[in-house]
Antibody, heavy 116, light 110 residues
């Protein structure tokens, strides 16, 4: 069964940094595009970033461009999200998700809280 | 980047059918056959229920169906069941390797 487990969330001050990880198993990681999707408390889903299966051509939502960096290590079946210059409105549960034009599988999410 | 437009809430009685709309533009919903729908129960991760506008993943009941007309997609749930009560989100590819979600619809089974 496909598994995706996020970690690295926590409480950080505005302007701070965090690095999220998503460890995957039970599927051929290096053949799937991977995404980060977030959900602010009580709000809807927001697509954040894409990394292609071959670790090329990252893409970002305008709201995080220049502050967040998506990467992956195909040898370790792991997806990452480096988040810098964090703002209050980055507070959310961050999910990793698998897929090309849709998100077929999701992790359970990790909560990031930006607060002073 | 504006979100797709969904009604905030819909409701129906067990056994009835409901439809949730997802309005976009020719740059997203209308421009690609890449609309998907997700079901999210409280405190849980989203679950894919429809992809590529009309296709159902394995394990999703055939009570769930999708359609699209011009710039608006729709999710229809027939034979409503109590366990269908959840939040539902549409998504669409938007070109340039970006995606957009709808604001979400809360389905209440009366």
């Amino acid at each position: 069964q496909v598994q995706m487990v996020e970690s690295g969330g926590g409480v950080v001050q505005p302007g701070g940094s965090l690095r999220l990880s998503c460890v995957t198993s039970a599927f051929t990681f290096n053949t799937y595009d991977m995404h980060w999707v977030r959900q602010a408390p009580g709000k809807g889903l927001e697509w954040v970033a894409l990394m292609r299966y071959d670790a090329t051509r990252p893409s970002y939502a305008d709201s995080v461009k220049g502050r967040f960096t998506i990467s992956r290590d195909n040898s370790k079946n792991t997806l990452f999200l480096q988040m810098n210059s964090l703002r209050d409105d980055d507070t959310a549960v961050y999910y990793c998700a698998r897929g090309t034009h849709f998100f077929s599988s999701w992790g359970q999410g990790t909560l990031v809280t930006v607060s002073s | 980047q504006s979100a797709l437009t969904q009604p905030a809430s819909v409701s129906g009685s067990p056994g009835q059918s409901i439809a949730i709309s997802c309005a976009g533009t020719s740059s997203d919903v209308g421009g690609y056959d890449s609309v998907a729908w997700y079901q999210q129960h409280p405190g849980k991760a989203p679950k894919l229920v429809i992809y590529d506008v009309t296709k159902r993943p394995s394990g999703v009941p055939d009570r769930f169906s999708g359609s699209k007309s011009v710039n608006t997609a729709s999710l229809t749930i027939s034979g409503l069941q109590a366990e269908d009560e959840a939040d539902y989100y549409c998504s669409s590819f938007r070109g340039s390797s970006t995606w957009v979600f709808g604001g979400g619809t809360k389905l209440t089974v009366l």
